[in-house]
Nanobody
Framework: QVQLVESGGGLVQAGGSLRLSCAAS????????MGWFRQAPGKERELVAA????????YYVDSIKGRFTISRDNAKNTVYLQMNSLKPEDTAVYYC????????????????????WGQGTQVTVSS
């Protein structure tokens, strides 16, 4: 069965960095668009970054532009989220997800194409 397993979350001070990883199994990884979502307490789950099948196309929500970088290694079936200059408002549970995409590059900006989800990893940024 399909499994997405996130790792790399934790507690960090404001201004610090974390690198999230998401290891995928049970699917043809390079055929899927991938995304990182986050959900803070009392808020909707939001897409923060997405990457197309080959890694050549990316999307970032405005609040994290210039601070976070999404990347993927199709040989390792893994997607990453490098998070720098972290702020307390970045505190959330972060989820990776895989999208069945019909777009040319596999870059999906809506939630509904994301069929497979990880269990989430907590990121807490202290002020």
């Amino acid at each position: 069965q399909v499994q997405l397993v996130e790792s790399g979350g934790g507690l960090v001070q404001a201004g610090g960095s974390l690198r999230l990883s998401c290891a995928a199994s049970g699917l043809a990884f390079s055929s899927y668009g991938m995304g990182w979502f986050r959900q803070a307490p009392g808020k909707e789950r939001e897409l923060v970054a997405a990457i197309g099948r080959s890694g050549g196309n990316t999307y970032y929500v405005d609040s994290i532009k210039g601070r976070f970088t999404i990347s993927r290694d199709n040989a390792k079936n893994t997607v990453y989220l490098q998070m720098n200059s972290l702020k307390p408002e970045d505190t959330a549970v972060y989820y990776c997800a895989a999208a069945v995409s019909s777009t040319r590059w596999g870059l999906e900006l809506e939630k509904h194409p994301y069929h497979y989800w990880g269990q989430g990893t907590q990121v807490t940024v202290s002020s």
